[in-house]
């Protein structure tokens, strides 16, 4: 067509370049004006250089290229004209990028590679005026060597965007003004968008697109530049058709630069990490900035803009929601964040006397509260009468001998087996025949219980305390595992000295078999009694201890940093604790309780085996294992026998949780009814799961249950029962602490919704006969009402010490026979590893007084030290479950100073790869942490135990040793 005028863009020109081999016979001569179109993109000089080395040899002449700039607001701004037209000759500008990220325009040499060569895109339209303004904030002009916003005030620009004034006005009616604040025109300018300067001969030079710029420690990138600088790393080789997205996210209050390409189909997973180590260097050296997270994801995935391109915007935002789906990702948070508070440093403590000092002045009180006084509630001569719990049951055997005691449900919810007062002491006795004639057993020897949750349990452990031996219940091995959980068994049996094992003779076949010798060597098991079929023969004489100090059974319990630890409770502890239970639950022998709670350690093991025996109310026992065929069994059972007091663990109440979400209607219709509850509590050695109870309360309101009845009891190792809700004193309180002082190990209350705000509840009352005081980790000293510090409790139902602790001796020694440095250096108290606070609130108790909360914030061994602060896991564990829909659950822990997040995947594994920026995005906003690790796994992979916590360095352990079969484990650089 011997054409004189051609609009092309740069992707055009590229093209052209690889089909001209075939159109050899091409002449560009008749060209007067080749315009670019997109001229603005700085790259596009290197597409017009590339044509015109090529096409010269054909016609073309250098100075007929004419780039233009528009945008959609200003349209077009300018366009470069031919000289033989009066235009200037074309220009060009060499820039160093340092200085472009200040908005500082510096002439540098073509030889660096951290330079930007850009053409001039003409001059300006006629008619038209041009400025150029600061990008952020007052629309200032700029100075002559500053790069800035180009603004234009033409009759030929647009004039609003349809419906939206606020926008609007700000792009279209920008007034420029002077550095002294005047107006430069009465007329409105139009924002291009564009970023450039002005050069010599009013030519306009563009840099960049606003929408583009990407603010990174206070300098300025543009994605562009970024793209093409990942794109010089072998582009043809590597990344699919060029096709590469930079964006930036905002985390920790900074953006960060997120770069996101296609890999070609046939690249391995080696070629992939090459080529993204060498990309992360080179945009290093040339930018001098960082990378935040480069993903890969397959060919043809990214989201295509409506005229060709990617849709940068699109991807962001599945980037954000993690529905990216990238193949392969590297996060280099360590390198990027350098805006992280200081490390917090610790400075020399304020001596403990100071401290009492200091709250006097304040008008402070010291932390220090206690139950009900144990003397005033009950008569001593009772209390002394029911000091043995063996009495206590022969007392009962001959008084009310069918007053029946236990009531054990099965997975169908009928009666599997129960248990009077008399049969209860007659299968007692039937045991304690067996020890001593089969077993050959002495006076104070230890036996160990392995027995399924039930009423044999409970008679062999009483048949223990008749024939003078020490019981130790164990929980038994499960058939499907034993790999994991026999050891467990045979390490009690081994490290409580016990002489025989009581069990059924299904267990016993279980302890002998061959499977079992692959876990553990057999031929060590001590004697092994079963109680299956025992001979009716009566005791002539039942065991009576010669003090109340001697010992009564042995608690033993894995704790969740993994140590095997057995408690000493002698027989004036366990009748004190009875008592303490009683007292605060009002139990008679007229009161049904139900219990769902497994019955080998701690407030479970008392509630199952000894607090019926003692105040003589029915238990009703559900195992907790039953749920898993009949998640209803447990809340049926309590409507069924119109329970009013009901005790279950967090993982029951999760199970009914998840299990009974949709079914409250099917429940409802058959009359299950949960209004005769008040009183629901949830035994735990933990700071309550708020979130998990409210969500329990609202679930099953619908079937009746009080919103007023849930709470929490809170035990440990030294004192399994310090508070317990009870029937009497107001309801639990909830208190919000701010996050962020909590790490200093300070309590900061704030209103809820407040951010970094904390919600914590008070875990029950605590018990008649308890005292609790908060001291000083380091100093010992008492501290003041609402500051943090360990839980100390002195109690009647104390346990006497550790029978052994495995692994750990020497730091336990001082637990049980504990002082304050200052103040009432008199009383010996029990140190229970918790933190926590007291706090004094408006409300009455039952004694009438002002009613001291307690406070469990979470226990001192499984805290984490990072940055100089202390976090509880619990809080980073919170923050990731809610960071994406598929994490179903979360566990946190340290390896050498690197914080490894564990996160079990709920949904396809090509979501696998998305969580990572996820989850290091949330611990880094909310926490102030940076993640060293991030694991994704199956479900179910991290470790629970009965009373549904996180077996956190169990998981550590098969971390380390590489046995958690991970779907994806990113290390973050």
Same mark, same amino acid.
């Given at each position: 067509f011997s054409a004189r005028v051609a609009v092309v863009k740069s992707r055009d020109m590229h093209w052209s370049l690889l089909a001209q081999r075939d159109q050899r016979d091409v002449s560009l001569s008749s060209l007067r004006m080749l315009i670019v179109a997109d001229g603005a993109n700085p790259w596009s000089i290197s597409s017009c250089d590339a044509f015109l080395n090529v096409f010269q040899s054909r016609g073309l002449r250098p100075e007929v290229i004419c780039p233009c700039a528009s945008s959609s607001e200003a349209l077009t701004?300018?366009?470069?004209?031919?000289?033989?037209?009066?235009?200037?000759?074309?220009?060009?500008?060499?820039?160093?990028?340092?200085?472009?990220?200040?908005?500082?325009?510096?002439?540098?040499?073509?030889?660096?590679?951290?330079?930007?060569?850009?053409?001039?895109?003409?001059?300006?339209?006629?008619?038209?005026?041009?400025?150029?303004?600061?990008?952020?904030?007052?629309?200032?002009?700029?100075?002559?060597?500053?790069?800035?916003e180009i603004c234009v005030n033409s009759g030929a620009t647009g004039m609003a965007y349809f419906g939206l004034l606020g926008i609007t006005k700000n792009v279209f009616e920008a007034i420029p003004v002077t550095a002294a604040g005047v107006p430069v025109s009465d007329q409105p300018f139009t924002r291009t968008g564009l970023l450039g300067f002005v050069g010599p001969d009013y030519l306009v030079f563009v840099v960049g697109k606003l929408d583009g710029l990407m603010t990174v420690c206070g300098r300025r990138h543009n994605a562009d530049d970024v793209v093409a600088t990942a794109l010089a790393v072998e582009p043809m080789k590597f990344v699919y058709r060029?096709?590469?997205?930079?964006?930036?996210?905002?985390?920790?209050?900074?953006?960060r630069i997120v770069l996101v390409a296609e890999q070609r189909p046939d690249a391995s997973e080696e070629d992939s990490f090459q080529w993204m180590s060498r990309v992360l260097q080179a945009i290093d050296s040339i930018h001098q900035v960082g990378v935040y997270c480069l993903a890969l994801v397959p060919a043809n995935t990214l989201p295509k803009a409506p005229l060709g391109g990617i849709h940068i915007s699109e991807t962001k935002q599945r980037f954000l929601e993690g529905a990216l789906h990238p193949c392969n990702v590297l996060m280099c948070p360590h390198t990027c964040v350098t805006n992280l508070p200081k490390p917090r440093q610790k400075q020399p403590d304020v001596g403990p006397a100071s401290m009492i000092v200091g709250n006097l002045v304040a008008g402070k009180r010291i932390a220090q509260a206690s139950g009900r006084d144990v003397t005033q509630l009950e008569d001593n001569d009772q209390a002394r009468k029911f000091l043995y719990l063996a009495d206590v049951l022969q007392w009962r055997a001959q008084t009310t001998p069918d007053h029946p005691l236990f009531l054990l449900l099965n997975s169908k919810g009928t009666v599997a087996s129960t248990a009077s007062c008399i049969q209860l002491h007659k299968r007692a006795e039937r045991v304690a025949v067996a020890l001593m004639e089969k077993g050959r057993l002495n006076v104070g020897d230890h036996v160990a219980l392995v027995y399924p949750p039930g009423v044999d349990l409970i008679a062999t452990f009483y048949g223990c305390l008749y024939a003078g031996c020490i019981p130790i219940t164990v929980r038994p091995p499960h058939p499907q595992n034993l790999a994991t959980t026999l050891p467990t068994v045979k390490m009690i049996v081994e490290v409580s000295k016990s002489a025989c094992i009581l069990t059924t003779?299904?267990?016993?076949?279980?302890?002998?078999?061959?499977?079992?010798?692959?876990?553990?060597?057999?031929?060590?098991?001590?004697?092994?009694?079963?109680?299956?079929?025992?001979?009716?023969?009566k005791l002539s004489s039942i065991f009576r201890p010669t003090s109340p100090d001697m010992l009564a059974y042995l608690d033993f319990s894995v704790s969740t940093t993994g140590i095997l630890a057995g408690v000493k409770m002698s027989h004036a502890a366990t009748s004190a604790l009875c008592r303490s239970i009683k007292l605060q639950c009002e139990l008679y022998p007229s009161r049904q309780i139900a219990i769902c709670l497994d019955p080998y350690c701690g407030l479970g093991f008392a509630l199952w085996c000894l607090c019926s025996v003692y105040s003589g109310h029915q238990s009703i026992l559900v195992p907790p294992l039953e749920l898993e065929s009949n998640v209803s069994l447990w809340l049926s059972a309590v409507s069924q026998y119109k329970v009013r007091v009901t005790f279950c663990s967090y993982s029951v109440m999760e199970m009914c949780t998840k299990g009974l979400g949709t079914q409250t209607d099917v429940l409802r219709t058959k009359g299950v009814n949960l209004s005769c509850v008040r009183t629901c509590m949830v035994v735990a050695e933990e700071r309550p799961r708020i979130t998990l109870t409210q969500s329990f309360s609202k679930l099953f309101k619908d079937l009746g249950l009080s919103a007023r009845a849930v709470s929490t009891t809170f035990g440990c190792r030294v004192n399994v029962a310090i508070c317990l809700q009870g029937t009497a004193g107001p309801d639990p309180t909830t208190v919000y602490v701010d996050m962020r002082a909590l790490r200093h190990d300070r309590v900061r209350l704030v209103e809820r919704g407040?951010?970094?705000?904390?919600?914590?509840?008070?875990?029950?009352?605590?018990?008649?006969?308890?005292?609790? /005081?908060? @001291? %000083?980790?380091?100093?010992?000293?008492?501290?003041?009402?609402?500051?943090?510090?360990?839980?100390? +409790?002195?109690?009647?139902?104390?346990a006497t010490g550790y029978y052994t602790v495995y692994g750990e001796e020497a730091l336990h020694a001082d637990h049980f026979t504990a002082r304050l440095s200052f103040g009432d250096t008199q009383t010996i108290w029990a140190r229970t590893g918790y933190l926590g606070f007291l706090r004094r609130t408006e409300l009455t108790d039952a004694s009438g007084e002002r009613h001291d909360a307690l406070y469990v914030v979470g226990s001192l061994d499984e805290t984490l030290e990072l940055r100089g602060m202390r976090y509880h896991p619990i809080d980073i564990e919170t923050s990731v /479950?809610? @960071? %994406?829909?598929?994490?179903?659950?979360?566990?946190?822990?340290?390896?050498?100073?690197?914080?490894? +997040?564990?996160?079990?995947?709920?949904?396809s594994e090509q979501e696998a790869l998305d969580l990572v920026a996820l989850v290091t995005n949330v611990v880094l906003e909310e926490h102030y942490l940076i993640v060293g690790v991030v694991v994704i796994v199956d479900p179910g992979v991290i470790p629970i135990n009965s009373r549904g916590e996180k077996q956190r360095m169990h998981l550590r352990d098969g971390f380390l040793a590489d046995q958690l079969d991970p779907i994806y484990v990113a290390y973050n650089m």
């Open positions: 701004v300018a366009i470069r004209r031919p000289p033989e037209l009066g235009g200037p000759p074309p220009g060009k500008a060499v820039l160093s990028m340092n200085c472009l990220s200040f908005s500082v325009i510096r002439v540098d040499t073509e030889e660096k590679l951290s330079v930007l060569t850009v053409q001039d895109v003409g001059q300006i339209m006629p008619g038209a005026n041009v400025c150029v303004v600061k990008v952020d904030g007052t629309p200032y002009l700029c100075k002559a060597d500053e790069v800035g060029g096709r590469i997205a930079v964006f930036s996210v905002t985390v920790l209050h900074d953006d003779q299904a267990i016993m076949k279980l302890l002998k078999s061959k499977e079992a010798a692959t876990a553990v060597d057999i031929k060590t098991w001590p004697t092994i009694l079963d109680t299956d079929d025992m001979p009716k023969k407040s951010p970094h705000s904390l919600p914590l509840m008070e875990s029950g009352k605590i018990l008649p006969g308890v005292k609790v /005081i908060i @001291a %000083h980790t380091e100093t010992k000293g008492p501290l003041g009402d609402s500051h943090l510090g360990e839980i100390w +409790v002195s109690s009647p139902h104390n /479950i809610r @960071a %994406h829909k598929s994490i179903a659950e979360c566990a946190v822990f340290t390896w050498t100073n690197l914080l490894v +997040v564990v996160v079990e995947l709920e949904g």
